[in-house]
């Protein structure tokens, strides 16, 4: 049967256009339907939003022609230190270290600002992929050969898959009647970028607060991404403080080791939660990013698992495209999902159970919990193995993307 597209994406942030572009870059015509006016995400300004790519999500993008474009803009994370800490108190000595001169891949990772990444996206899938932007997808009809989109705009478009890669409350999912599972962590992410004074010299650095974890990410020159973790009321009340005050209540969490302190941008926050799609394929549907799974920011690996998806998707579709196979039939989707279901759920879990085992002040759990992990940094084996699934190394099997090789 005809077709407008081969793949319809709905959603516009990060997954949703990079799929696009594998996509497009094996010959298939790709439509992505973006709710947000393209300059609202477009701004030339700072305004703090930034990710951790790990070494697979940089080489993806590498291998989609992305990454000399925005590496300018991007930090390399060269350490990783994290420690238990109180209010106040400053953190105690580091129970974990990791370098990234043990792994030899180069850095662990790289921070890299929102505005330079969906620039170098939105530039990207100029003439090679449809982007409508301004518009959404609110309903669609899955039937034996298509799947059919109707848009905010009045338009139906037809395609042999819908890609849902609308985040967590995922229309797509919720009009296919895919479940969800999860719960609230009763924790709100307190985001901004900090101007400070020293050097952080590519170190990343995590503070396990009894009330939820603080990040402290290097970004270029002397600057950080912070993702603090508090509960709701807390983070509420924090929230409400104009800057000065705010910065009164984050100066004893964050220390003193970078010298002075002051905002850099603007304040972001949201509430936190584990959502999980109960199947991520259903007739002419696939899901990726977080409308598949919805994960505490704790490791900051929410877009790195999202970029899993879109490459495991996409050679999927690409093999399969080329074997003579419709993309959107059953057998198709459940590689993808065998692929990818395991791995997501799995590193879901294990972030959920991190931030229960550290939001807990028990001291004698305290005690362990430092014993334990100083156990990891003192054994290189397993320090290595923390650090290779951390940068996405451990992937198995590794789709090609994630490898740095084009499809």
Same mark, same amino acid.
């Given at each position: 049967m ?17 799929l ?14 973006d709710?947000r ?37 991007s ?6 230190k ?7 108190d400053?953190?105690a000595?580091f129970?974990?270290?990791?370098d ?30 449809t ?20 848009l905010?705009?009045g338009r ?6 819908l ?14 009647g ?21 050097p ?10 009894p009330?939820?974890?603080?990040a402290?990410?290097? @970004? ?5 991404? !912070? ?5 709701? $009321? &807390?983070?509420?009340?924090? +929230? /409400? ?11 004893p ?9 002051g905002?850099?941008?603007?304040r972001?926050?949201?509430?936190l ?8 394929v ?7 990013g977080?409308?598949a ?5 704790i ?25 003579g196979e419709?993309?959107?039939?059953d ?5 993808y ?9 799995? @590193? ?5 159970? !991190? ?5 807990? $002040? &028990?001291?004698?759990?305290? +005690? /362990?919990?430092g014993l334990?992990m ?34």
């Open positions: 005809e077709t407008d597209v081969d793949v319809l994406i709905a959603g516009g942030g990060l997954n949703g256009p990079t696009a572009l594998a996509l497009a870059s094996a010959g298939l015509h790709v439509a992505v339907i709710p006016p393209a300059d609202a995400r477009a701004s030339e300004e700072f305004d703090g939003r930034a990710y951790a790519l790990a070494i697979a999500s940089q080489r993806l993008l590498k291998a989609l022609g992305l990454w000399d474009d925005v590496a300018p803009h930090q390399p994370i060269l350490e990783v994290a420690a238990q800490g109180q209010p106040g400053g953190a000595p129970f974990l270290h990791f990234s001169a043990e792994i030899e891949e180069g850095p662990v990772g790289h921070m890299l600002e929102d505005r330079f990444l969906y620039r170098a996206l939105l530039t990207a899938m100029t003439g090679r992929v982007h409508l932007s301004g518009v959404s997808v609110t309903g669609q009809q899955s039937g034996p050969a298509t799947v059919t989109a109707m905010s705009d139906r478009m037809t395609a042999r898959l890609v849902g890669a609308d985040g967590r409350g995922s229309g797509v999912a919720t009009r296919t895919i479940a969800r599972h999860g719960w609230d962590y009763g924790q709100t992410a307190l985001v901004a970028a900090i101007d400070h004074d020293l952080h010299h590519g170190i990343a650095q995590q503070y396990f607060m009330t939820g974890p603080l402290i990410l290097p @970004l270029p020159g002397n600057r950080s991404s !912070v993702v603090w973790s508090e509960t709701d $009321d &807390n983070a509420k009340a924090i +929230a /409400a403080l104009p800057d000065s005050a705010f910065l009164d209540v984050l100066r969490r964050f220390g003193d080791y970078l010298g002075g302190i905002l850099a941008g603007q972001f926050s949201y509430p939660s584990l959502s999980l799609a109960e199947t991520y259903a007739p002419r549907i696939a899901l990726v977080d409308a799974h919805g994960v505490h920011p490791a900051g690996q929410g877009l790195n698992l999202g970029l899993r998806d879109v490459a495991a998707l996409a050679e999927t579709l690409v093999d399969a495209a080329r074997r419709d993309i959107g039939a057998p198709v989707l459940e590689r999902q065998g692929w990818r279901r395991f791995d997501a759920t799995s @590193l879901a879990l294990g972030m959920d159970a !991190v931030n229960s085992l550290f939001g807990n $002040d &028990n001291p004698l759990l305290r +005690a /362990a919990r334990g100083g156990a990891v940094t003192a054994v290189p084996a397993l320090r290595r193995g923390f650090m290779r699934q951390a940068a996405g190394l451990a992937v198995d099997p590794m789709p090609r993307l994630l490898a740095g090789r084009a499809l």
